[in-house]
């Protein structure tokens, strides 16, 4: 992936995070995803009164994607509110998992502190498709 390419990830992720609906946290995320196609998708995380229902943005990211027609993931970039740049959750691992076990992830932050691995280092052996037979 070209620097241009991960700099544009990157300012659509936190342009996503202006749309958060975080009345709870008011910890508001956003997340662009590379698909397969070459297509970008953003999300933003989406709170709810109910806890359990909430969704993280890199979810949201991945489910526009995937309701697009895309079944592949290149790279997901997340961006957080915060002075170091924070990892995606465990169900947002497994979720990356399902559509791009060898994707790069990137965090970025309010600093120049910064996460760039593979999925496959933030989950390593991971329980997915090819486990189902």
């Known amino acids: 992936m070209t620097a241009a390419a991960l700099t544009r990830l990157e300012k659509l992720a936190r342009a996503a995070a202006k749309s958060s609906y ?30 359990g229902l909430c969704n993280c943005a890199e979810r949201t990211a991945i489910f526009t994607a995937i309701a697009a027609g895309e079944k592949k993931l290149k790279c997901v970039v997340i961006y957080t509110p915060t002075p170091t740049a924070t990892p995606p959750c465990g169900a947002c691992r497994q979720v990356i998992n399902e559509f791009g076990p060898q994707a790069r992830v990137v965090s970025v932050c309010d600093s120049d502190d910064r996460l760039d691995l593979s999925l496959d280092t933030l989950l390593p052996g991971a329980f997915g498709p090819g486990n189902l037979g």
Do not use: H
């Open 22 to 51: 975080s009345p709870y946290s008011q910890f508001a995320v956003g997340a662009s995803v590379l698909a397969g196609s070459g297509k970008t998708y953003t999300g933003t995380n989406i709170e709810n009164a109910s806890f």
